[in-house]
């Protein structure tokens, strides 16, 4: 994986993961040893299914102890006006793709529509096991 020891795991990925997905399970596997890492929005995105039960959501808040939850500070809040200014992305989507640049995290994440085209920012696609 490049070397890399940290890594902010999008909410796309958070899901497939829950839903036993292959793919998702086979890159938490291979990353267990690294510093695996969420933010705020990506903690925000998971809960807040409507149709969630009870019991699935604390399922959901337990898997989520294992990351590392990345705090928003000043900083990744100038750095997200920048991002979202320059390149039109959705304020979660900035504010995710900041925090990474920030905290010098590989984003993990199926959407290289939008991420890719930040520049400073280390994207994976683990559909694509290609790091950008």
């Known amino acids: 994986m490049n070397g890399t020891d940290r890594f902010l795991i999008d909410t796309n ?3 497939y993961f829950l839903q036993g997905e292959e793919v998702a399970a086979s890159f938490f596997k291979n990353v267990m040893d690294k510093e695996l890492c969420i933010s705020l929005i990506n903690k925000i ?3 807040a299914f409507p149709d969630l039960s009870e ?4 399922e959901i808040r337990q ?6 939850t990345l705090k928003v500070d ?3 809040a ?4 920048v991002i979202r200014k320059k390149y039109k992305l959705k304020l979660g989507d900035a504010l995710i793709s900041a925090t990474a640049i920030m905290h010098d995290a590989v984003l993990v994440s199926r959407n290289e529509k939008d991420f890719c085209k930040v520049n ?3 994207f994976l696609n683990p559909y694509s096991a290609e790091m950008k």
Do not use: N, R, S
Request: hydrophobic fraction near 55%.
């Open 13 to 15: 990925i958070l899901i």
């Open 45 to 47: 995105e998971v809960l």
């Open 55 to 58: 019991h699935e959501e604390m």
């Open 63 to 68: 898997f989520l102890l294992d990351f590392v």
């Open 74 to 76: 000043d900083p990744i």
């Open 78 to 81: 100038e750095e997200t006006i």
């Open 120 to 122: 400073g920012l280390k």
